[in-house]
Structures are given as C-alpha cells and as structure tokens.
C-alpha cells in the first residue's frame, strides 16, 4: 500500500509541477550547502516535536550539538549529543552555568520567566539566541500583516508569577501575551543578539496534536467528508522540517530579526489543500461544503473540530494571510503539500492502535455523520 500511494505521489508532483503548492522552492538547492564552520549549539528543549529535527538536521551540517531539558524523554541520535538536565518549571538551570556556546535555540518556552532565567545564566555566553515563538502573539488576526503588527498585551498582576497550571487554567487566553512578553524578554538580556520566530499551525510527522493530521487521516478514509465554508478560505501551515532546518541556516548565518514563519510559499485556501491531499493518496472522498454559519449554530469550533481551517473574513480575517515575505528572504522554503500528508500518514500509521483510535482534534465520525444530517436536512428545507 505505502508502494502504490509513493507512486501516486510522484506523479501528483509531477502533475502539479507548475504550482506553487507542488514544488520546493528553487532556493532549496542553495540552502542545503553545507554551513561555514562548525558550531556549538545549546538547544532548550530538543526531545519534543520540532527539537529532534533541528538536532539531526545540525549533527548532519557537522554540528556540536547540546540539549537541556529535564530528561524525561530519550531519543536516539545519529551522532554525539550532549544531555544537560534541570527543570525551567523550578528555575534549576545550574547545568547551564559556567559555559559558552555559539547559539541558543529556545524552543518549549511560553512563560516569561522560563526566558528571564535562561538570559541571567546565558548572558554574554552565547552569540545569538533563537527564540521560537508564534503568530498567537499578535494583537489581532482580522488584517493580513507583516512582522511589524503589534503583539498581544498581558493584563494580569504579575507576568512572571505565571505558571503552566495557569497558562492551561486560561483556556489559551494567555498563550499570546505571555509569548509576546518572552520575546520581550529575550531582546533585553540578549540585545542586538535575538532572532524571533514565529511560527504559524506546525505540520508534519511527530505532531501529536493532531491539526493538521486528521486531514490526511479522514481523506484516506474516504466516503463522504465535511469541509468547511465554501473552499474559499486561506490557510497557513508549516512543514516540522521546513521549520527546524531553516532554525539551524539562520544560525549558521547569524540572521537576526523578528520572522513569520509559516506557509506555503504562496496563497493557499481550503479547497486546495484538501484537493492536493486527497490527490496524493489517491483518495476518493466526497467533499460537502458546510457553510460558516452553520458551523458555528452547531458549535463546531474552527481550529479544534475543523484543524487548519478558521473564517477567512471578520476578526480572523488576516489569521491565514500573515506575510512570509521576509522569511522566505531569509532561506525559509517549503516542501509540497502532498509530501508532508504522505510522511505524515506513515507516521500516524506507525502509532499504537490505541492512539489512533482516538484523534485530538477534528470531527469524531459519529458527530460528523449527524452533522452532514443535519446540514442536508436544512439546504433541503431552505433554511
């Protein structure tokens, strides 16, 4: 099976070879030279979604790689990685004392303080730090702007007495602000030195969010699928890959500045994604086009039970237009679309059974079976 669908998607690559969503951006011949010198690198975090691609990506370009995290998780690496434990929760970063790397790449980080400690013991031991935040941390989403927008605002008591437990007790509310607040923090203790990213719905094989793989997972199934709005509304996405490799070229060049990093390389809406999936896996599904309003009459929330997709109009208007000019500038490029469903899918594959059986975000089959009900029951009235 996994033959025939490779075979499918290599013709689809082909077929699709003059768009923008069936192509790796000509710069990607460029950005995969080898880096100049070899490193130091302090990764906080490395063992979680992102953290094993940018390290195995940096041992391959000849990297000296470090991670510090609390050592719950192993990994097999390809090469020589040196493990530092301690736990931000605690402020215990006492393994991190007394040393100098290159860069610092700041991954897991959404509280304020986690970035004030890491900066009181790294200051003036590293050359650049790397901070991946995320789009979350601008103020609104109803205009499609740049890197210049303005981030979210925290109006609480006392930023650095947040903790994770309040962080999830917030319901996300503060996910935003408290991320807009740790790149503040990360350009006071390390000025002139600090390179933000902001990355937009992070996809691909180890996501185990699942929004973006239950697209995959739910056209493979096939029969009839509910899709969103009318096919018209923009969507923002980023390979896992895409993402970490890049990291590592930035700082192999020393690139500072503040970046929006998501994709693809050009426009993209609903339709299109779903098509070019289902082309891939040579899917057979039926796509019904439920309309906004009907959606959210019947509390299905954009982003959980439909992932990938919010209303391309009013307040998230320009959520799915952030301007990647200055990224792709940067050496940011993108594989196809029909690749990271492909790598996706076998990861899922690979999962126990029992995870499978249970996606963490989208529709479960028997609520969208009642929902397709419904809605077929109310274009049939006119309602």
């Keep these: 099976m996994k033959h025939t669908r490779r075979a499918t998607l290599n013709l689809v690559i082909s077929a699709l070879a003059g768009l923008s969503i069936g192509r790796r951006s000509t710069a990607a011949s460029t950005s995969a030279a080898g880096p100049r010198k070899a490193m130091r690198i302090l990764i906080l975090g490395g063992t979680g979604f992102i953290g094993p691609y940018q390290v195995r990506y940096a041992l391959a370009r000849g990297h000296k790689i470090t991670i ?76 499609a702007e740049d890197e210049s927008a303005l981030v979210a605002g925290y109006t609480g008591k006392d930023a650095m007495a947040e903790t994770q437990e309040s962080l999830r007790a917030s319901g996300g509310a503060l996910y935003g602000p408290l991320k807009a607040l740790s790149e503040r923090q990360a350009k006071e203790y390390f000025p002139g030195a600090t390179t933000i990213i902001r990355p937009g719905l992070i996809a691909g094989p180890g996501d185990q969010s699942d929004r973006f793989t239950y697209w995959p997972v739910r056209l493979l199934r096939g029969g009839e699928v509910l899709a969103p709005g009318d096919g018209s509304d923009p969507v923002q996405f980023i390979d896992v890959r895409d993402l970490s490799e ?68 009013g307040d998230t208007a320009g959520f799915a237009r952030r301007n990647v000019g200055k990224a792709r500038a940067a050496g940011l490029v993108y594989r196809n679309l029909a690749t990271t469903a492909l790598d996706t899918l076998d990861w899922y594959n690979q999962l126990p059974a029992d995870r499978r059986t249970m996606l963490k975000a989208g529709l479960s089959e028997e609520r969208e079976a009642q929902l397709l009900e419904l809605w077929k029951n109310r274009t049939k009235s006119g309602a």
């Design 68 to 143: 510090f995290n609390r050592g719950s998780t192993t990994q097999a690496w390809p090469g020589e990685v040196e493990e530092l434990t301690g736990d931000r929760n605690l402020g215990d970063l006492k393994s991190l004392e007394g040393r100098k790397w290159d860069v610092c790449i700041d991954n897991p980080t959404t509280l304020p303080r986690w970035v004030r400690d890491a900066g009181r013991v790294l200051r003036g031991k590293v050359n650049q730090y790397i901070f991946i935040s995320t789009v979350s941390a601008y103020a609104a989403n109803d205009k």
């Design 246 to 313: 890049w990291v590592i070229r930035l700082a192999e060049s020393r690139v500072i500045g503040t970046f929006n990093a998501t994709g693809p390389e050009n426009p993209l809406n609903m339709r299109e994604m779903l098509r070019t999936i289902s082309l891939g896996l040579h899917s057979k599904a039926q796509l019904t086009w439920v309309s906004a309003d009907f959606l959210d009459s019947e509390h299905v929330s954009p982003w959980t039970d439909m992932p990938v997709w919010v209303p391309g109009s």
